[in-house]
């Protein structure tokens, strides 16, 4: 673990980085998806359009995705994928849990706001592209509570909050970022990281607020 | 729309020469469509809500549901409305204005449980398929959550001296709450709402006045509740 900063400044570079290859024909069909989703809507999709923002044949596309959900779902799961690779990475970068949930959250959202339209693919028309892709959802939700009650077992509480606040935590976290990627402000996440702390800590039950 | 419309009788109204003004028959057609709507996409979801299923709930005509709706994303923005209204209105009454904030919070969350818990369709419409339903059933969602942030942003004052409360704070709060109902509700278990209130107030509580503050707060509550009263 880094004091003297160097892990901090790595850090930075890579989460404002894009954050998906767009190297094989696979690659562009989830960019051409998420360019497509994030404009029109799920509802709105045909994979026509997503084939020709992508530049790629019919036939590739199904060679690749049983169809348009499914190459919905992989999308997602691709964004999530690198989202939580670096906040584990940014996480144990960090010297105290505080510090280490600050550079998760940084990582966070500096990926969403370096991708946007694949930001908007997972956290604004997952939910309306039918019943697979709201179980995977709930699923990443209930992992990164997950995650909050890991961290929270390394903090000194001065209350005991109760078993739920971690979904809480999740659920306020996910208003805020769903709120600023509704008004295309994909680029401001990551002005939320000290807010999403204060709120974090507080609900925990962390006796000093974040700073 | 008028605050008595729900009131209306859901039947249908006799046929032929009723002798009731054409803008009446409207509206009563108008308040059974919305009504079958919420019952449909409650049942059914916003998927299984088809123009064929909310006619012949309401008994209006094909014709008379497109002279009032240009689809079925159109009648379920409009049903969503009336849903919401209608809770919002009902929860202002459930409120005491010069009560304390924190007294306010939990009077609100104990009504709000209650009436989801009560209204399982009307549940569903606005926690969970108002998201399937369209970039305008999204918007109308967006400004709900705003309605209701601005009733918790009244907590920032309540906060400890040397604490201040960002300004994202009450929709973070907002977006805690409905996302810990939805999932609820999602999962079958809308009727056991109401046991969430001490857990979600606390959820409510705590990003203004601290764990602490918040567990005092609402173990305070929660006495007062137990014992009849209704007071901070």
Redesign the interface.
Known sequence: MASDGTTDVLEDDAVHAPALARETQRDRLLHGMAATVSRR?Y?GTPVAEVLRAAGVSRRTFYEQFADKEDCFLAAYDAVLGVCTERMIAAYHAGETWERGLALAYGALLGTLAAEPEFAHLAI?DV??A?PRA?ARR?AT?RRFARFIDFTRERAE??????T??G??????????I??QL?RDRAARLPE?T???L??TF?????SR?AG | MRADDVDLPLAPLPSGRHGLPREEVVRSQRIRLLRAAVEVAGAEGYAGMTVSAVIARASVSRKTFYELYADREDCFVAAYDFVIERGLRQLGAALTDDAPWSARMRDGLEWALAALAAHPCEARVAFVEVYAAGPRALERRDRFAGQLALLVAEGAAAAPAGVTVPSSTPRAVVGALSELIGMRIRHGLVERLPDLLPDLLYCALAPFLGPVGAIEAAAGGLRSLAAGGRGG
């Open positions: 809507g509802a604004v939910l309306a039918g709201l709930e939700l509480l001065v209350a005991r909050p109760p739920l606040v979904q809480a935590i999740v659920g306020g976290i996910h208003e805020l769903y709120s509704v939320l000290d807010e999403l204060h709120y507080m609900l925990l039950g962390v607020p």
